[in-house]
């Protein structure tokens, strides 16, 4: 954490340590915004280690924030966020198994039985905390607004990432089991395309809803890669295709890309690198 940053961080300590809500004074805003500033910070930092911690600490600010509104989807969108981060992060030191656990946290809509909580509590009891608050994310926004592109942004990439997680795993596991771990990863990945696909058309059907450049290919490429991994050639060649003429990707950035490993091969595919 920089100087600047660190300033920041206990000017929001010394805000929350003052605040008094008696005189109107908005500890939800100081919350809210302290977690998201933990979440910035997180994205800049390059030690992993650092990087989990203030991730975990924007998750607790945004934790104790959405305790205070519990009908707000933005802060339950930033907690995904933090949640979701934290598991690309754990995944990139191989961490899976936890990776899955906050991947898990960041979707759940809000019931997780009681022996799953247990079970969790065990191994990592701040993800069993995570689960047991499952409304206050994802699945708890698009209960709260059901057409909130972030959170189906969110709760897609979430189902991505649980995929190729699964991907993962297959290889470690008894052959015997292999074809179910696969059809596992491949609903993950099929759910993720539906998410993907209703997003893409309720931005697309909604004049006052207005997608960046940037916003739009990030969608489009998500979409493509969810479709990759579901099997759905047809939908994967479109929105690549779509992605290719307009700018939003390079061929040979998608190429390199694991996640398109299933259709390389292809005719569409050469011809995209033609």
Not at 61 to 86: H, I, W
Not at 129 to 142: C, I, R, T
Not at 151 to 158: K, L, R, S, T, Y
Not at 165 to 181: H, K, Y
Request: proline share 3%; with cysteine.
């Amino acid at each position: 954490m920089g100087g600047g940053e660190l300033v920041v961080h206990q000017l929001y300590g010394i805000a929350r340590g003052h605040a008094d809500p008696r005189l109107g004074d908005d500890i939800f805003g100081i919350l809210h915004n302290w977690g998201v500033a933990l979440y910035t910070m997180a994205q800049k930092a390059n030690d992993p280690a650092t990087v989990l911690t203030l991730l975990d600490q924007s998750a607790a600010m945004l934790r104790e924030a959405g305790g205070m509104k519990r009908t707000d989807p933005g802060v339950r969108n930033a907690l995904g966020d933090a949640l979701s981060s934290r598991a690309e992060t754990l995944a990139k030191q191989g961490a899976l198994p936890e990776a899955m656990e906050a991947y898990l946290a960041a979707r759940n809509d809000g019931y997780i039985p009681l022996c799953r909580v247990l079970t969790v509590w065990l191994a990592a009891p701040p993800l069993a905390v995570y689960l047991l608050h499952g409304m206050d994310v994802y699945g708890g926004a698009l209960l709260i607004d059901r057409m909130n592109t972030d959170a189906g942004i969110g709760q897609a990439e979430v189902h991505l990432g649980v995929g190729r997680l699964r991907m993962e795993e297959i290889f470690a596991l008894d052959t015997s089991v292999q074809t179910e771990a696969e059809a596992a990863a491949r609903a993950e990945y099929a759910a993720g395309a539906d998410v993907y696909s209703r997003v893409i058309a309720a931005v697309t059907s909604n004049r006052d809803v207005r997608w960046t450049f940037s916003e739009r290919s990030e969608v489009l490429y998500g979409y493509a890669c969810a479709c990759a991994g579901a099997g759905r050639e047809l939908q994967c060649h479109e929105a690549l295709q779509d992605l290719v003429s307009c700018g939003g990707a390079s061929i040979v950035e998608i190429a390199a890309d694991a996640d398109f490993k299933s259709v390389r091969s292809k005719d569409w595919f050469q011809a995209l690198r033609a």
